[in-house]
């Protein structure tokens, strides 16, 4: 498969369904639990926008990266959460509402973020040999296509026919894993050559950034004094970013064209489902420590009667 056809074709498909079902589970309600939760939205905002940008920058700065890898890295710091945040949050029982709203909210800022923090690392990173930019107002219009559009037809039939989009919103998850996992493998089938090294280069930073990413979420979630759902939810949606629009941004013809970028958001992708698999143990494991120590609690006094 060759990458030009990888980039033109799957890579938007893959986007616009991955929205598509993002948009399939929202409605105006999201949007509006600004006002009902602000605590809550404002701390995952602020995290995901700023926060998570700074550590990306600073990971980047740190770890022996090429030009190249270093922009790929704040690339994906730069992208909002994803659908898959929203299904982790799920997994965890943590305030998936929450992790939807955040998800949706960051989405909108991002659209005019990300040219500005591309352009950023570009200049600190590559300086003179940053010979591609990103036109602020044409990223800011393509991302906004290629985002709102699938997310507003998802709204438009969860609000229509809330009964068809609820029996195809699982299917439209899956299948968009499915285009990601392709898009991953085609990635690294064309640098097949150098991906071991590419794992040595960009391994540790991109897992640092998601195990950092998510002890911060926790951290400021639990010094806020958030409930424990709500505490989840910022710890998987300011750990789990969207890979597949970091890929397109990176490789996209439509935007910088630099498929060597995309390789760190391509192996957090791989990353991330481990560390959420993790995540989620530990959740269940600390649940089941949890019952089995208040079960045994009413024994032991009854044995002390």
């Known amino acids: 498969m060759e990458s030009s056809f990888l980039t033109a074709v799957f890579l938007p498909l893959a986007l616009f369904i991955i ?14 639990r600004i006002l009902t939760e602000p605590k809550a939205v404002i701390l995952g905002l602020v995290a ?38 929203n299904m982790v949050t799920y997994l965890v029982q943590g305030n998936v509402a929450l992790s939807i709203t955040l998800t949706a909210i960051s989405s909108l800022i991002t659209i005019v973020t990300i040219p500005l923090v591309v352009n950023f690392a570009m200049q600190q990173f590559m300086g003179e040999a940053a010979a591609i930019q990103l036109s602020f107002l044409t990223t800011v219009i393509q991302i906004a296509v290629i985002t709102l559009i699938p997310v507003s037809i998802g709204m438009a039939l ?37 991906v071991a090294s590419f794992f040595v280069q960009v391994g540790g930073v991109t897992l640092a950034l998601n195990v950092l990413t998510m002890g911060l979420g926790f951290a400021i979630a639990t010094l806020a004094k958030l409930d424990a759902r709500s505490t989840k939810a910022i710890t998987v949606e300011v ?17 910088l064209n630099t498929p060597s970028m ?27 420590v949890s019952a089995s120590s208040q079960q045994q609690t009413p024994e032991s006094s009854e044995s002390r009667l």
């Open 19 to 32: 929205m598509l079902g993002m948009g399939l589970s929202l409605t105006t309600r999201d949007f509006q």
């Open 262 to 288: 995309a390789i760190p958001a391509a192996i957090y992708a791989l990353i991330m489902f481990a560390t959420s698999a993790g995540f989620a143990w530990l959740i269940r494991y600390k649940k089941a």
């Open 158 to 194: 969860h609000h229509y026919v809330p009964r068809f989009a609820a029996k195809v919103e699982k299917w439209v998850k899956w299948l968009s894993l499915f285009f990601l996992a392709l898009i991953i493998v085609g990635l690294l089938a064309k640098e097949r050559a150098n």
């Open 239 to 255: 750990g789990i970013q969207n890979g597949t629009l970091a890929i397109a941004i990176a490789s996209a013809p439509t935007f």
């Open 48 to 85: 995901q926008l700023i926060m998570l940008p700074v550590v990306g920058f600073l990971l980047a700065s740190l770890f022996p990266l090429s030009p190249e890898l270093a922009v790929g890295v704040m690339i994906l710091a730069a992208c909002p959460g994803g659908p898959t945040s």
